[in-house]
Nanobody, 116 residues
Framework: QVQLVESGGGLVQPGGSLRLSCAAS????????MNWYRQAPGKERELVAT????????NYADYVKGRFTISRDNAKNTVLLQMNNLKPDDTAVYYC?????????WGQGTQVTVSS
């Protein structure tokens, strides 16, 4: 079964950094684009970043460009989100997602809180 498990969230001060990790299993990871989403309290879930199957193409939401970097290690079936210069507005639950065989699979999410 497809499984996505996020980790790495936590409490960080503004300007700080976190690295989120998503461990994937149950599907041919290296053949699929991967995505990070986030959802803040009272807001819609929004796409943060996307990475192509080979890791060569990436896309970011405007509000994270220059601060976040998505990457993947196909040998380890993991996708990472390096988050630098974090802002309070980045506070959200961050989710890893893949569309596999025409359905979306989500991880359980990991909480990121940016606060002084």
């Amino acid at each position: 079964q497809v499984q996505l498990v996020e980790s790495g969230g936590g409490l960080v001060q503004p300007g700080g950094s976190l690295r989120l990790s998503c461990a994937a299993s149950g599907f041919p990871f290296s053949m699929y684009s991967m995505n990070w989403y986030r959802q803040a309290p009272g807001k819609e879930r929004e796409l943060v970043a996307t990475i192509s199957s080979g890791g060569t193409d990436t896309n970011y939401a405007d509000y994270v460009k220059g601060r976040f970097t998505i990457s993947r290690d196909n040998a380890k079936n993991t996708v990472l989100l390096q988050m630098n210069n974090l802002k309070p507005d980045d506070t959200a639950v961050y989710y890893c997602k893949v569309r596999y065989l025409f359905r979306d699979y989500w991880g359980q999410g990991t909480q990121v809180t940016v606060s002084s």
